[in-house]
């Protein structure tokens, strides 16, 4: 009962001061009530299989609802995974990219601090630190189970993301035909990049191969090119591990029949045919949407400032402002090569290419790395936590032939009846 008053007391000064506040602090009893009903564990498996629901009603849900949820996933998930070094030189090439990463973005805070500075600090935790959760995690159990959680759930995100585009829920950002539902359409496009490349692993069983088209399906029409060469990467990939064998080129043949029968294909053209006419294609700086001419001016900033922004970069956010005092407007990177180089330096790009070294070598499953990788160069990555998250999850998911092989003996257990025992010698 005091506690009760307390906490009705606590919200009525809140929502006097403030809405926000009163429903944050609603939903931070929430999250208390389920954290001490289902434990850690509990709470784990809820925000990661949450995380692709805030990438698909990310455009009605608020600003910063996708870094809070990453952010607090991240936190639970070092708790539940228990990194711990085995102390090998990955391990240690892995902590010292942490530090040469991270290093910059502290002294940026101390050097320039302030609430989009600091937001931005928060959104570069969640990959280093998901990379050293899915790397030298020893609680590989849960680990799995995460995996496997983030897959279905997944699945099943970008499938409603999908119908919900289709019934006319949708805003179209390239005007193209396009169909990218509620969420925004680098996250969706992300998320359904990845999640197709975690079921083309799964095998090839009727539920896993339609999971792959429809994800295929959604990535395409999304419209954004930078998941593009990852897919295709993908599917050589598959083909290449597997062989040519009948299986195989059925389930490569439902995705790329998927693809073609829905028309999402005609997405791509039509962004293609309108570039064209932008003459987006007539020079560097116009290429892919301008992110040529982004670079250049980023990287032309940071070449002409002072030889410690070399170093440490010249601060969170500061390509934000270079775009704004150059061009009008305020843009990322839109790369992560890009983002970290000017932001961080050539301390914390080191860094982030140490991170990415262990990752690409300790995955147990590359395919989503496929998508992931040239996505982070081509469009970036770091600002994208929650399916940046799912993408890095996926990659300790079970593999369809772990879980084919985990089958056959079950199967083989139960289908052989216990010898009798012998008597006598």
């Keep these: 009962m ?12 809140a929502l006097r001061s403030s809405p926000a506040a009163a429903a944050a602090l609603v939903a931070l009893i929430v999250i208390g009530a389920l954290a001490i009903r289902t434990g850690v564990m509990g709470m784990t498996v809820l925000l990661v299989a949450a995380l692709p629901w ?20 991240v936190l639970l998930l070092l708790v539940v995974a228990v990194p711990r070094s085995d102390g090998s030189k990955a391990s240690r090439r892995l902590r010292l990219g942490l530090v040469l990463f991270y290093a910059p973005v ?88 990845v999640v197709t490349a975690a079921a083309l692993g799964m095998g090839t069983n009727l539920r896993w191969a ?31 591990k597997s062989g040519a064998r009948g299986r195989n080129i059925l389930l490569i043949g439902v995705v790329v029949g998927a693809v073609l029968v829905s028309g ?13 006419q932008l003459g987006q294609f007539s020079s560097f700086n116009n290429l892919g949407s301008g992110r040529g001419g982004i670079w250049t001016t980023a990287l032309h900033a940071w070449y002409d400032g002072s030889p410690g922004n070399w170093v440490i970069g010249s601060g969170l956010r500061s390509v934000d402002a270079i775009e704004q005092q150059a061009t009008g407007t305020a843009v990322t990177g839109q790369s992560d090569l890009i ?29 989503p790395l496929l998508v992931l990788l040239p996505f ?9 936590g929650a399916p940046l998250m799912v993408a890095l999850l996926l990659t300790v998911a079970p593999r369809g032939d772990e879980a084919e092989s985990g089958q056959r003996v079950v199967s083989r257990r139960r289908a052989s009846p216990r010898a009798p025992a012998r008597i006598g010698g």
């Design 210 to 240: 339609g999971t792959s088209a429809v994800g295929a399906v959604a990535t395409i029409a999304t419209g954004v090119r930078s998941t593009l060469p990852g897919l295709l990467l993908v599917v050589l990939a598959r083909m290449f």
């Design 264 to 276: 999402v294909s005609n997405v791509l053209v039509q962004r293609f045919d309108r570039e064209q």
């Design 339 to 367: 983002q970290a180089g000017v932001e961080l330096g050539l301390v914390g790009l080191a860094g982030l290419t140490l991170i990415w070294w262990t990752l690409i070598a300790r995955a147990r499953s590359k395919l």
């Design 106 to 193: 502290v002294i940026g805070l101390g050097r320039m601090p302030g609430s989009a500075q600091f937001i931005e600090a928060a959104k570069y935790l969640v990959f280093p630190l998901t990379v050293l959760a899915v790397t030298e995690g020893t609680n590989h159990a849960a680990l799995a189970r995460l995996g496997r959680v983030a897959l279905i759930s997944g699945a099943i995100a970008v499938t409603a993301n999908l119908l919900l585009g289709v019934a006319g829920l949708n805003h179209s950002y390239y005007a193209a035909g396009d169909i990218d539902g509620l969420g925004g359409e680098h996250d969706v496009a992300l998320l359904a990049g």
């Design 376 to 384: 982070a160069l081509f469009n970036g990555a770091l600002e994208y």
């Design 54 to 73: 805030v990438v698909v009603f990310g455009a009605v849900l608020p600003k910063l609802a996708e870094t809070f949820a990453a952010g607090l996933a």
């Design 2 to 13: 005091a506690g009760s008053t307390v906490v009705s007391i606590a919200a009525v000064l």
